[in-house]
């Protein structure tokens, strides 16, 4: 996908509302695939166990590769003052650290318990509560990228770098550090490939995908099951140490998760790039409209989420195999609604774009 005389990134403005799908999604069924806290009273669901490991196999992983993908794009079509520090992070503060804090604080007040102390307060709003973790973990990125090319540093030895720093990364690390070692990785190979304009048409082919696509298909089981089950792995080959056991279990799930989400992210993106290649007209205004809404959908729908399933009757009323589909219909619709009328106001658009 040769982007020499692209103003805009069409594969981007297709990708970004699958991706929001998959995140509300995702978020919907999070009860039944542990990323929330389960239902009680509610059974094991298998297959929506599955279903939410499988909306969050490569999500994350290309939303951040997209952002870096933009920020490449940015800078090689508007030059090097995109990189410029005054103009850089008061952006990326203004678009993403200010929205962090705000509905942080709103998720506080509105979903959780107000009478912790001031301080936890404070630093819960710097690093992001909840869903918005995200924002700041994003901002680290672009400051990982500016660091990068500050220091002249070449990209045949940043990727491995970031590979490494990918690998050994552990969510537990402060101020997000943990997760933005983690993701860096995926920005920076976005950025790299817009900022050096690599052209991928060669490999946008039914071959190519299918090969990647079903790549995908016959790794993501073993491994998804590896990373559920590699703290007893270990144990059942002897490693007894605590420490020793966090930092392995951590390792070897980083491992499995990059190798899948890498292959994953890499179908869709070949897979639209060879819808673009085919495609002779323009992509409808409607869905342009839509993908304008994904940073308010990202935003709202998880605290449509949290108050369908832990502040009202509508657990008890569907039961848990019909919940989790009315709960991600109703947080995509409602979250698509007040992301359309808050860019209405003007401190909306400040807030969500």
């Known amino acids: 996908m040769s982007n020499n005389s692209r103003t805009f990134l069409s594969n981007v403005a297709i990708i970004r509302p699958i991706l929001i799908v998959l995140m509300v999604f995702y978020h919907a069924f999070a009860v039944y695939g542990g990323g929330w806290k389960p239902l009680e009273g509610f059974p094991e669901v298998k297959a929506y166990w599955w279903l939410d490991w499988l909306s969050y196999a490569f999500m994350l992983e290309m939303f951040v590769f997209l952002s870096g993908y933009v920020f490449g794009f940015q800078v090689r079509t508007k030059g090097e003052k995109?990189?410029?520090?005054?103009?850089?992070?008061?952006?990326?503060?203004?678009?993403?650290?200010?929205?962090?804090?705000?509905?942080?604080?709103?998720?506080?007040?509105?979903?959780?318990?107000?009478?912790?102390?001031?301080?936890?307060?404070?630093?819960?709003l710097i690093v992001g509560v909840a869903h918005m973790w995200f924002l700041p973990m994003l901002f680290l990125c672009f400051a990982g990228v500016w660091i990068i090319e500050k220091l002249k540093l070449r990209s045949r030895h940043v990727i491995p770098l970031l590979l490494l720093c990918s690998l050994c990364s552990f969510p537990s690390l402060p101020l997000r550090i943990g997760y933005a070692m983690y993701y860096l990785l995926f920005f920076y190979v976005g950025y790299i490939m817009q900022r050096k304009n690599v052209d991928l048409d060669r490999f946008c082919t039914p071959l190519w995908i299918f090969g990647?696509?079903?790549?995908?298909?016959?790794?993501?089981?073993?491994?998804?099951?590896?990373?559920?089950?590699?703290?007893?792995?270990?144990?059942?080959?002897?490693?007894?140490?605590?420490?020793?056991?966090?930092?392995?279990?951590?390792?070897l799930s980083n491992v499995a998760q990059i190798l899948y989400s890498s292959v994953g992210l890499s179908a869709l993106f070949l897979a639209v790039g060879y819808i673009e290649k085919k495609r002779t007209s323009a992509l409808p205004q409607w869905f342009v409209n839509?993908?304008?809404?994904?940073?308010?959908?990202?935003?709202?729908?998880?605290?449509?989420?949290?108050?369908?399933?832990?502040?009202?009757?509508?657990?008890?009323?569907?039961?848990?195999?019909?919940?989790?589909?009315?709960?991600?219909?109703?947080?995509?619709?409602?979250?698509?609604?007040?992301?359309?009328?808050?860019?209405?106001?003007?401190?909306?658009?400040?807030?969500?774009?």
Request: proline residues 4%; contains cysteine.
């Open 212 to 251: 990647f696509a079903i790549s995908f298909i016959i790794i993501f089981p073993p491994l998804t099951l590896f990373m559920k089950n590699v703290k007893e792995i270990l144990i059942s080959v002897g490693v007894e140490n605590q420490y020793a056991l966090k930092m392995m279990k951590y390792f």
């Open 290 to 353: 839509v993908g304008v809404l994904c940073m308010g959908v990202y935003i709202f729908q998880q605290f449509i989420l949290k108050v369908l399933y832990n502040h009202s009757n509508l657990p008890s009323i569907l039961g848990p195999y019909w919940l989790p589909w009315v709960g991600f219909i109703a947080a995509l619709s409602f979250s698509l609604l007040l992301s359309y009328l808050l860019r209405k106001l003007r401190v909306g658009r400040f807030l969500i774009g």
């Open 82 to 124: 995109k990189l410029e520090s005054r103009s850089l992070f008061w952006g990326k503060f203004r678009r993403l650290i200010i929205p962090s804090i705000v509905f942080s604080l709103l998720y506080i007040v509105l979903l959780q318990d107000i009478s912790q102390s001031l301080l936890k307060t404070l630093y819960d």
